[in-house]
């Protein structure tokens, strides 16, 4: 069997694989992790998909053991601001809809628009963001909806996402580098080795395969199975095994992004539960309540503004808050690695892929990249089967989130300027025209998204086409002759539950600040 794992860079993905792997296999199998200690990780990936949290159950780590230690926060989903016009907010949440008579609220909505605020109509969630609500009381209960806790498999059952059957009501926010330093010590207590040194060097063997990584001062580390979690830089996938890189700046442009972190006073400005996405002229700006600070960034286009450009809009958008704030210039290879596992090195991470952080999907590939790794994983005779079927997974998942993220500027009514207009006929990818002219006529269903698993159901199309506002959509014809009653019921459901939760939950920042206590 391969036995002798060597994780080759640090930071949220490293330390991701690294505690996974000694979760799953134990000291069955060998986890070296070398790391530079020059190389600082990006650490802006602080939100996350309602998905994490079987990673977190995977380690066996409950809420309360790594939160604290991570300034985390809790994510009901997602606000879009100014990106139909300026004012103008909708959320996207973690909250799959409800069906009435074989059809779900939003064609209901469509046909009868109760108000013009689908968010509200349709979701629980929208109101306990606006409210600044919790999803736990203080006892630690989780809020009523259709997820019960202990209803999936019992605790001592495993998951991984693709055994989610019911939709989880909320993320995390956290700060990156610090879960990285949390899950470090979690991964050397259970037998990881790390090595603070320089890679210098790349052996490979005949077959042009990775043989060991030369150190600077530790010499050679060898290995069967090599990670490439070295970020944009693709050391081993890109450089040494020279597997090209799939560029998707034809069809999401921004490739550039500046970040900073602001200290906030959590207890008297609150922390709403969502990760807010504000419409700028050339991208959107990012801003993630964490326990203690505010992360925020600007993602833009390089095309449509220049960085000094990009810096003072973000510090205008902050205010005075980030006069004494230095700031992070990041640039991102937007696009994925053909092939992420090519003979025995496999790129997870940003080595791997990364289409922009509008959908928090940066540690989402992470974790999917992980857990597929773990379910392919190889003996020494290196079935070629794994290692091809690993590759679709993962180009899979990550083209479906490149079409769903396209969909967001497409379905943008913003037109206020070349950038805006641009994201109206920059190229399409293959097969999302089609699914556009369907919808137009037929809203989104689990049958006509992107067919293969990438994170996303068919209500999470429907938010973003019902909040962008671009795209005219129709009601469905049959609705005009069915009884609406049941619906309406379900209308006045929804807003008495809605009152009723924002009523009876703590307010974020009480809940975490028990949490810290």
Request: hydrophobic share 35%.
């Amino acid at each position: 069997m391969l036995k002798n794992v060597v994780i080759v860079g640090g930071g949220t993905a490293g330390w991701m694989t690294a505690s996974y792997l000694a979760s799953a296999f134990g000291d069955r199998v060998s986890v070296t992790l070398v790391e530079s200690k020059r190389i600082s990780t990006i650490g802006v990936g602080e939100a996350t998909f309602s998905t994490v949290r079987h990673f977190f159950e995977y380690l066996g780590l409950r809420e309360q053991d790594w939160m604290p230690h991570c300034n985390a926060s809790y994510k009901l989903g997602i606000r879009f601001e100014n990106w139909r016009e300026k004012g103008h907010y909708f959320y996207h949440p973690f909250e799959r809809l409800r069906i009435v008579d074989g059809f779900p609220m939003t064609d209901w909505w469509l046909h009868k628009k109760p108000s013009e605020r689908f968010d509200r109509d349709v979701f629980l969630m929208a109101s306990i963001c606006d409210n600044k609500r919790s999803p736990r009381y203080l006892d630690g209960r989780l809020f009523e909806q259709d997820f019960v806790e202990g209803r999936e498999p019992a605790e001592t059952t495993r998951t991984t996402l693709l055994d989610q059957g019911t939709q989880f009501p909320y993320a995390y926010h956290f700060d990156a580098s610090l879960l990285a330093n949390y899950l470090s010590g979690y991964a050397k207590e259970r037998g990881v080795t790390q090595i603070l040194d320089d890679v210098v060097e790349v052996g490979r063997d005949e077959r042009g395969w990775i043989s060991h990584v030369r150190t600077a001062e530790h010499g050679d580390v060898t290995g069967d199975l090599f990670v490439d979690c070295t970020g944009f830089r693709g050391l081993l996938i890109n450089k040494t095994m020279e597997e090209p890189f799939i560029s998707f700046q034809d069809t999401l442009p921004n490739d550039s992004a500046v970040a900073l972190r602001v200290p906030v006073d959590m207890e008297e400005k609150g922390l709403r539960p969502c990760t807010t996405a504000t419409a700028q002229d050339a991208g959107w700006i990012w801003t993630i309540p964490l326990f203690g600070r505010i992360g925020t960034g600007y993602v833009y286009a390089s095309d449509y503004s220049t960085p000094e450009e990009a810096e003072r809009t973000l510090r205008e958008f902050v205010g005075p808050q980030a006069e004494e704030m230095e700031a992070n210039h990041i640039r991102m290879r937007v696009g994925r690695t053909r092939n992420p596992w090519v003979g025995n090195c496999v790129a997870i991470g940003l080595s791997c892929g990364f289409v922009e952080p509008l959908e928090s999907t940066g540690i989402f590939f992470i974790q999917h990249g992980i857990e597929q790794l773990v379910k392919h994983f190889p003996a020494l005779g290196w079935d070629s089967a794994l290692t091809d079927s690993y590759n679709r997974v993962m180009a899979d998942a990550i083209d479906g989130v490149r079409e769903f993220l396209v969909l967001h500027y497409k379905a943008a009514a913003r037109n206020d300027n070349a950038y805006w207009r641009d994201a109206k006929t920059r190229t399409t990818p293959d097969g999302l025209q089609e699914r556009f002219d369907q919808w137009r006529s037929k809203p989104p269903a689990a049958d006509t998204i992107f067919p293969r698993y990438h994170g996303f159901e068919s209500y999470s199309y429907l938010a973003i086409l019902l909040g962008m506002g671009g795209v005219p959509m129709k009601p469905t014809p049959a609705l005009a002759l069915m009884d609406g009653t049941a619906a309406d019921k379900e209308f006045q459901m929804l807003k008495d539950e809605s009152l009723d939760l924002v009523k009876r939950l703590p307010s974020q920042y009480e809940y975490l600040a028990q949490m810290h206590r």
